[in-house]
């Protein structure tokens, strides 16, 4: 079993880690599901309004791990998973978005938070994307989730729409906000010849 966060916390100060993760064995599954629980819980759910069943979020990550258009970036701190993040890739018969990535389930656990773990993930993700070849990001927030937009906007994403009933939380509508950013330049000058 681990520490609790708050102990690790309490410890010493934290620094956090980030890595592409091709497979997630045991420790890291169960250390993930936490952190997801923990965010979830906080209001960040990427989806969820309450933490689903633990086998239901098991099998959410693994089904991660078996998309070959979603590559998972977790971070660490103190050794520990505790956030996430997904770069997911424009489906292949999608010739008009092909330059398009999508920056989905991005999260860290209550406890990790103030250690460069959210900005760690997401700046890791622009730099997969980017050798990926794609040249814009876009991705997707609830306005509720204030220190996420912060971010979002400090790393230069661009808000192009707000929707006024983008999810339901407690039977009540709330608005969600809609973001890109350029990665790479979208168009390359032609040589002139002299």
Known sequence: MTTSGSQRAEARPLYAAVEIVNDLPPADLYDLCDAADAAIDAGGGFGWVTPPAREVLEKYWRGVMVVPERHLLIARVDGVVCGAVQLV??????????????????????????????????????????????????????????????????????????????????????????????????????????
């Not at 794609?134 to 509720?144: G, I, S």
């Not at 996420?148 to 009933?165: C, D, H, I, Q």
């Open 89 to 194: 890739e424009p489906n292949r018969n999608n010739e008009a978005q092909a330059a398009i990535a999508q920056i989905l389930a991005h999260f860290v656990a209550p406890w990790a938070r103030g250690q460069g773990a959210g900005r760690k993930l997401m700046e890791t993700a622009e730099k997969l994307a980017a050798e990926m070849g794609y040249k814009v990001l876009h991705l997707d927030v609830r306005a509720t989730q204030t220190a996420a937009v912060s971010l979002y906007e400090k790393l230069g994403y661009n808000r192009w729409g707000t929707n006024p009933t983008y999810a339901m939380v407690d039977g009540h509508f709330i608005s969600g906000h809609f973001y890109g950013k350029t990665i790479r330049p979208l168009f390359v000058p032609k040589k002139v010849q002299p």
